[in-house]
Nanobody, 122 residues
């Protein structure tokens, strides 16, 4: 089974920026959905940003205009650039790949990384 590995999580202050990277080289760039999700204790995992099978980007309303998902073709990673971070962005961030019915919903993704922690302090 293809593996997914995230990196880049850190602790930052409000207004700061981070770039998360996801190594999903086993998937290459086949017709597959890939995305970033996040979860905090006691809450369901939620979609943050994703590429659907047609390569169209999707974003959660809460991150539109602040986060950008993109493919780094040099490093063969799926990255998430996060700007203007807020305390409510604090979460464990996961990268996933698969063929879900909806690219921004966790259900249906079959390969998940272990997560990388993002903490935003006020």
């Amino acid at each position: 089974q293809e593996q997914v590995v995230e990196s880049g999580g850190a602790s930052v202050q409000t207004g700061g920026s981070l770039r998360l990277s996801c190594d999903a080289s086993g998937y290459g760039y086949r017709s597959t959905c890939m995305g970033w999700f996040r979860q905090t204790p006691g809450k369901q995992r939620e979609g943050v940003a994703s590429f659907d099978r047609d390569g169209i980007t999707l974003y959660a309303d809460s991150v539109k205009g602040r986060f950008t998902i993109f493919r780094d073709n040099v490093n063969k990673t799926l990255d998430l650039r996060m700007n203007s971070l807020k305390p409510e962005d604090t979460a464990m961030y996961y990268c996933a790949a698969g063929r879900p019915p909806s690219a921004l919903a966790p259900m249906g993704y079959n390969s998940w990384g272990q997560g990388t922690q993002v903490t935003v302090s006020s």
